[in-house]
């Protein structure tokens, strides 16, 4: 059976990535059993997850996993698409895995530090936990910085933010999913990158930047977790 490796439950959700909730949307739309295990970053192939284990095959990287199960498991996610919307798919998931991810960077470990603290290192003893955290804050922050977003104040970076969302927003309109009736791979890029805006909690996020400001959003992650029954924590 497939086994997808990926960050333990935390912040109210399944996986508190982005890119291991797009990994866990991708294996539910394409239908295949498989489980689903915390990892360890740390021992992971690129040292990060997601990963998918198939086998002695180790796939790494969420758009690496989503190419394996179109080439070697013949799930076809976007068969129905235009070049046009090909185009949009692309535009969009740079939209937020380069920039909407970095933002959510900001606003978790930056502006809400002392819940991201608790949530993620609370195993270790009280003592060390801050010590561990605030190093690992300083590459962060650093990391921020060399990627340009850290340049800006918050409010300039939270504008940036909620223009993503509002993007989001405004094309989705009132369509079941992206592109209409029948979802995509997009789709999961979406859902995985909202929903971890949407339920983790936030006591410095702005409404412009908050996913519960567009109900359109709210009720599309919600269609999303029903159509392919996400789990839930």
């Not at 949307?25 to 239908?31: E, V």
């Not at 992206?178 to 979802?183: L, N, S």
């Not at 791979?185 to 400001?213: C, E, H, M």
């Amino acid at each position: 059976m497939l086994k997808l490796i990926v960050f333990s439950p935390a912040m109210g959700l399944i996986s508190p990535s982005p890119f291991s909730m797009k990994a866990i949307a991708l294996m539910q739309m394409s239908g295949l059993d498989y489980e689903f295990v915390p990892g360890d970053p740390r021992k992971a192939p690129k040292n990060k997850l997601p990963v998918l284990i198939d086998g002695n095959r180790t796939i790494p990287d969420s758009s690496h996993i989503q190419l394996y199960l179109e080439r070697e498991k013949q799930v076809d996610f976007d068969g129905h698409l235009t070049p046009e919307q090909r185009a949009v798919t692309l535009s969009f998931r740079a939209l937020c895995e380069d920039h909407l991810y970095w933002v959510g960077v900001f606003d978790r470990w930056i502006m809400n530090a002392d819940y991201v603290r608790e949530e993620f290192f609370s195993a270790i003893p009280a003592p060390m936990r801050k010590i561990v955290f605030n190093k690992i804050q300083k590459d962060i922050r650093r990391n921020l910085y060399g990627q340009g977003l850290g340049r800006h104040t918050p409010d300039e970076i939270y504008a940036f933010g909620a223009a993503d969302i509002k993007a989001i927003s405004d094309y989705l309109g009132d369509k079941p999913f992206f592109f209409g009736d029948r979802p995509a791979s997009l789709d999961a890029i979406l859902f995985a990158f909202l929903i971890n805006n949407l339920v983790p909690r936030s006591s410095t996020r702005p409404a412009a930047f908050s996913v519960k400001s567009h109900p359109n959003l709210v009720a599309y992650c919600e269609r999303f977790i029903e159509r392919f029954d996400i789990p839930q924590v």
